[in-house]
């Protein structure tokens, strides 16, 4: 099986600065896309960015300039820097992978983290 663990939300004050990381483990031959989502409460939950195996990002119109995608693919792990932060960024953000877990198979499977708070206090 494969696990993502989020790390470092918590509470901030507006335009300070959070760094999300997130570690998949497990049965894991390659990750394909990592990805941060956000959920605010009584909302959907929404894009925040994309990475490629390429290196190639993708961001919401809402943080471009203020958010930056990357991944260490030697830990498998995807990271989220996060600076001038506002209130509206407030949301449990969550990680998501797409990963291959097998050398004998093209297929991989979507997973997602349990989320991580960010609070952002006007």
């Known amino acids: 099986q494969v696990q993502l663990v989020e790390s470092g939300g918590g509470l901030v004050q507006a335009g300070g600065s959070l760094r999300l990381s997130c570690a998949a483990s497990?049965?894991?031959?390659?990750?394909?896309?990592m990805g941060w989502y956000r959920q605010a409460p009584g909302q959907q939950r929404e894009l925040v960015a994309t990475?490629?195996?390429?290196?190639?990002?993708n961001y919401a119109d809402s943080v471009k300039g203020r958010f930056t995608i990357s991944r260490d693919n030697a830990k498998n792990t995807v990271y989220l820097q996060m600076i001038s932060l506002k209130p509206e960024d407030t949301a449990v953000y969550y990680c998501?992978?797409?990963?291959?877990?097998?050398?004998?198979?093209?297929?991989?499977?979507?997973?997602w983290g349990q989320g991580t708070q960010v609070t952002v206090s006007s």
């Open positions: 998501n992978a797409n990963i291959r877990q097998s050398i004998f198979t093209v297929r991989t499977n979507e997973y």
């Open positions: 497990g049965t894991i031959f390659s990750i394909n896309a």
């Open positions: 990475i490629t195996t390429g290196d190639m990002t």
